[in-house]
């Protein structure tokens, strides 16, 4: 395992050691990430969507996110990278597992996509001055890490005055520990056992209180529910499993 790890890291070396074993999977659509695979088409929408409207892009542009700057942390293989690219960000992705870093790399190489792909953490790019990010992904990473507040207070400040973040994880309740832990990973398998610790999900009130105080506003939580007969995720009323909110910097 090779990572960036800064004094004021919030990184979880287990939870980094953990997806290097399978880095090689990434883009294997039946392989061990096959479940980010089936979810990619509801984040993929809920975020074009949302960036469309904050910035009053044009819906009907090929790539209506000409100009702006994307963060994708955590970003793994480059499942959302690519496809933030294609739409036109200047996309970075960052993450903390060397080999994850090497897979989106070549991955990304092979499809003749420029991504400016990083080892590293979000507390050493604010270490490094690299914020003023339009848009920043954290997609599945925040109940990954080992000090969640401080984690997403780094985030916040890698954001442009009035920009984006896009914030997704697990709601920490019974229903989402009998499906998203003990029905993902032992009973369906969709995921390898020990994926997700179901004490570090977060509840949307929790989310909020990491932020309390920073120049922000948060909105959400904004359900997304799996249907077992379509296969299919959706957007949904229902916040209990998995949810996203967004965050916006106030304007300067």
């Not at 695979?37 to 993929?44: I, K, M, Y």
């Not at 942390?73 to 960052?94: A, D, H, K, N, W």
């Not at 009035?162 to 229903?175: C, D, E, F, H, Q």
Request: with cysteine; net charge negative.
């Amino acid at each position: 395992m090779t990572s960036q790890a800064h004094a004021r890291s919030s990184i979880d070396p287990a939870e980094v050691e953990r997806f290097s074993r399978i880095a090689a999977e990434w883009w294997d659509p039946k392989g061990k990430f096959a479940p980010l695979h089936r979810f990619n088409p509801v984040r993929l929408g809920f975020i074009r969507d949302q960036v469309l409207h904050h910035y009053q892009r044009d819906p009907t542009a090929r790539r209506p996110f000409e100009g702006l700057r994307l963060l994708d942390i955590g970003c793994g293989g480059g499942l959302l990278s690519e496809p933030m690219s294609r739409l036109g960000f200047e996309t970075m992705g960052v993450d903390a597992s060397a080999r994850n870093i090497g897979t989106a790399a070549a991955h990304a190489a092979e499809q003749g996509l420029v991504i400016d792909y990083r080892c590293s953490t979000a507390e050493d790019l604010l270490a490094a001055g690299e914020g003023a990010f339009d848009v920043i992904l954290n997609m599945e990473v925040i109940e990954h890490v080992a000090d969640p507040g401080d984690y997403l207070r780094s985030c916040a400040q890698l954001l442009k005055p009035g920009g984006l973040m896009i914030v997704a994880t697990l709601n920490r309740t019974l229903k989402a520990f009998a499906l998203a832990k003990v029905g993902a990973e032992y009973v369906l398998r969709w995921l390898p056992a020990g994926t997700h610790d179901w004490r570090k999900f977060l509840k949307p009130e929790e989310l909020r209180g990491f932020l309390a105080g920073a120049p922000v506003a948060v909105d959400g939580p904004f359900g997304v529910a799996f249907d077992p007969l379509s296969g299919r995720w959706s957007q949904s009323g229902d916040a209990d499993v998995n949810y996203m909110m967004t965050v916006v910097r106030n304007a300067a």
